[in-house]
């Protein structure tokens, strides 16, 4: 299936976080439910997407989602990735593995694809306002 550039509102990321189309509970899960596909249909050519992310999502205006890498194409966000191991890495997105060792798989992208169900579900934040250390610990994190 084709999508018309004209038919694009931009990326989900910004969609949900400036309020300006409200969401229904339903719209969301519809919207998360598209994403599962398109991460299926990946998985299903043995391609990992490496950083599934709301940013990542393009929006038509029939609210369709459209996986993408329009972050790597437009440039980072200051916020949604850090350096590690000399890379810019979606930190907060990635599997364990892949933050220690660089392994990337198809379970990689289904640990990334809960961080998208939150950012879904909480406008565009990741809803994850105190980060647990291995100590049992805890920090405040910022809401970003």
């Known amino acids: 299936m084709r999508v018309c550039l004209c038919d694009v509102k931009g990326d989900l990321k910004r969609l949900l976080r400036s309020g300006s189309v409200p969401l229904t509970s339903i719209q969301r899960l519809t919207i998360c439910y598209q994403a599962s596909l398109a991460l299926s249909h990946l998985c299903s050519e043995q391609v990992v997407h490496t950083d599934v992310a709301a940013r990542n999502f393009l929006v038509t205006r029939r609210l369709s989602v459209k996986l993408s890498c329009v972050a790597a194409a437009r440039g980072v966000d200051a916020g949604d990735y850090c350096e590690l191991g000399g890379k810019l890495v979606p930190l907060r997105w990635l599997a364990p593995e892949s933050a ?20 879904v579900s909480h406008s565009g934040c990741l809803g994850l306002s105190v980060v647990l250390y291995h100590d049992g610990h805890s920090s405040e994190n910022v809401k970003n």
Not at 107 to 114: E, G, I, N, T
């Open 100 to 119: 220690l060792a660089g392994s990337y798989t198809a379970a990689s992208d289904v640990w990334a694809y809960a961080i998208f169900v939150t950012e």
